[in-house]
């Protein structure tokens, strides 16, 4: 096995790993307050990296953390996890996690308007192609249009924010220190959403904290399975499999909730991931012309 393979291999279990944490999540939402959910997560995940920055002998605090950059894109991951972590509670997760396939596309489109990528007519009519698929789950307008999706999108938005800003750090801030910042963030950030929705706060059983604890721990693979896998191999070829979360969102969602998606947020799936690969190719293969 190469390693792009490797690559793919690994980005496959991390999508899986993140798949089963919003089905986790959205189990919990029926017992928690989603902001008490993402405190708690972000807690949970704080202390996790913490000490995960210890035993590697790393500093936990860095003087990094008060660089605008990392404070803008701290904004943007909780923006985008309360959001997106809402609209789970709200929606079938199929539909949250169809909505969250166009991150890559809205990422593709800020790196243009925003940090001088050039995007030729081809990338520009896949953007565009893919946000069409994205109409066509959320269907505004229509009979079957649920405002929760406005929740998943913005919570789509924050996510590619934070992908965009982080494309500018300095390579000195670690992606473990990056991680610190965000899940600690999401503690004020959940108790200030609880506080302002009015919900009062649920006291864990012991089954729940240990959900919450399989759901860090799940979160933690994911994350340290996609930083190994985009080490590996083509990174274009690697990324595309980033769309395989889809996937398992169907078969989780399906499984777990009885979830049956129709016809139409099918369509717009397809489209979405078919508009995604697309750019992520088109985009290795002009780099790949441009080196040569």
């Known amino acids: 096995m190469n390693d792009t393979l490797r690559g793919a291999a690994l980005m496959v279990g991390s999508m899986a790993c993140f798949a089963v944490e919003d089905g986790l999540i959205k189990g919990l939402s029926g017992a928690f307050p989603p902001a008490q959910i993402i ?18 002998r790393q500093r936990v605090w860095s003087a990094h953390y008060l660089r605008p950059q990392v404070l803008l894109r ?3 991951e909780v923006l985008g996890t309360c959001c997106f972590v809402s609209s789970l509670a709200l929606l079938p997760l199929a539909l949250a996690s169809a909505i969250i396939q166009a991150t890559p596309l809205v990422v593709a489109m800020g790196a243009a308007l925003f940090l001088g990528a050039t995007v ?24 079957g249009f ?5 929740l998943a999108v913005a919570g789509m938005l924050g996510l590619a924010g934070r ?39 649920v006291m864990p059983d012991a089954g729940q904290f240990g959900l919450l604890a399989v759901c860090v721990c799940i979160g933690m693979a994911g994350y ?40 139409a947020t099918i369509l717009g799936v397809i489209i979405v991931i078919g508009s995604g690969v697309f750019t992520l190719l ?11």
């Open 39 to 56: 405190w708690m997560l972000g807690l949970g995940g704080a202390l996790a990296f913490a000490l995960w920055l210890v035993l590697s």
């Open 74 to 76: 701290t904004g943007f």
């Open 120 to 143: 030729g007519w081809r990338r520009w009519l896949a953007i565009l192609v893919g946000f069409a698929g994205v109409l066509i789950i959320i269907r505004p307008g229509g009979a």
């Open 146 to 150: 649920d405002p929760a999706t406005l």
């Open 163 to 201: 992908d965009l800003v982080t494309r500018t750090m300095p390579g000195a801030v670690s992606g473990a220190r990056l991680s610190l910042h965000a899940f600690a963030a999401l503690v004020p950030g959940g108790l200030l959403l609880q506080w302002a929705l009015g919900a009062p706060p």
């Open 224 to 263: 340290l399975t996609i930083v190994a896998a985009t080490r590996l191999g083509d990174i274009s070829v690697v990324s595309s499999f980033r769309y395989s979360r889809m996937l398992f969102a169907l078969v989780v969602g399906g499984i777990a909730f009885g979830e049956r998606p129709d016809i």
């Open 282 to 292: 088109r985009e290795a293969r002009l780099r790949t012309a441009s080196q040569a």
